[in-house]
């Protein structure tokens, strides 16, 4: 008897991995990218804008799904997505990245691995060119999850990363809008500050052939920062996350709220524990969590069937998806 009940036991778990395997192998190639949510209410962007926008969007996809197709992994499909991200100076991450209160540029990035939770995060660096190889870095190789300031840049020294000096971050339009927030700050007229002062984020989600989920998240953080000031998005649980068994999520918005109620890791726990869909999810999420606790922003979200959900309570977000099922649609505004 004791043997049968073995070989019974044997055949269920060769069964089971053999269904495993065959998901895995259905797995429907996926990517999903955000470029940061805020005040993106039509009319905000001429005509050209919005397509210098559209057109880096499906450049990220088309460089991120590139990499999905010919075998490679979801961690090298995000990573290629947010540096081309990070590169083009109209998103608020790397080059083009929002100015702190002193006038500096101080980027944090961070990044998850969905088939073993593994994660690297980095904050407040000034010369790293892309955040996101560094955050990759200390995810690989380190024994840690988080490094900040001059201790991340040490270290990305110490694994042969770019350097760029400080100046290269800066752009016209965020030095001008910097200069603009002092200005209202002096008049004491939060209402006058620059209109994304709290918003801007890039972030990409992927699902490759082998199943494996993964997410990343880069940012220049909020106008006007203070202090060392760190906000969600190096922040795994909040502005980052991903799960082989739940979902992957990046996130975009006021980042002391998603801190404070861990959205990415929420919407998750929701999908895992509770059985909700990745839209389900994220819809309670952000339309009653986030929004009832006077946050705004927005997440993308991807699940391990190729379900996705691209969901904010702010005017607009940066986003866009391409799939296998041979969508590839990009947006800006709440359409």
């Keep these: 008897m004791r043997k049968i009940l073995l070989a019974l036991t044997a055949s269920l778990i060769s069964a089971s991995a053999l269904a495993q395997d065959d998901n895995t192998a259905n797995a429907p190639l996926t ?16 005509a050209d804008e919005e397509a210098a926008f559209q057109a880096k969007l499906n450049e990220a996809l088309d460089a991120g799904y590139a990499i999905l197709e010919s075998g490679g992994s979801s961690l090298d499909a995000i990573e290629a997505a947010i540096v081309l991200m990070e590169d083009a100076p109209i ?8 100015f702190t209160r002193d006038g500096k540029n101080e980027l944090d990035a961070s990044i998850m691995d969905g088939s073993n939770r593994n994660a690297g995060a980095i904050a407040g660096v000034t010369n790293v060119k892309n955040p996101i190889k560094l955050a990759r870095e200390v995810m690989e190789n380190s024994v840690h999850v988080m490094f900040a300031r001059e201790g991340a840049e040490k270290f990305a ?16 339009k965020r030095w001008n809008s910097y200069k603009a927030g002092l200005e209202a700050e002096k008049q004491n007229k939060e209402s006058s500050l620059p209109i994304d002062y709290k918003w801007g984020t890039v972030g990409a989600l992927a699902l490759d ?4 989920l993964a997410a990343g998240t880069s940012t ?10 760190v906000g969600d998005a190096p922040i795994i649980g909040a502005g980052t996350f991903a799960d082989n068994n739940s979902c992957a999520v990046s996130s975009t918005g006021h980042g002391e709220y998603f801190m404070r109620l861990t959205i990415a890791r929420d919407i998750c726990a929701q999908v895992e524990y509770g059985g909700k869909t ?5 819809q309670d999420v952000i339309h009653n969590r986030l929004e009832n606790f006077g946050g705004d922003g927005g997440v993308i979200v991807l699940g391990p069937n190729g379900d996705y959900a691209m969901t904010f309570n702010s005017a607009g977000m940066f986003r866009g998806v391409k799939n296998q099922a041979g969508v590839q649609e990009v947006a800006i505004y709440g359409e």
């Design 31 to 46: 990517i999903v990218i955000h470029g940061g949510a805020g005040a993106l209410a039509p009319g905000r962007y001429t």
């Design 220 to 229: 220049g953080g909020m106008t006007l920062k203070r202090y060392g000031r």
């Design 91 to 98: 998103f608020n991450a790397g080059k083009g990245s929002v």
């Design 278 to 282: 990745v839209d389900e999810a994220a």
């Design 157 to 172: 020294k110490e694994r042969g990363l770019e350097f760029v000096k400080p100046k290269y971050f800066h752009t016209e």
């Design 209 to 212: 052939a082998n199943g494996n």
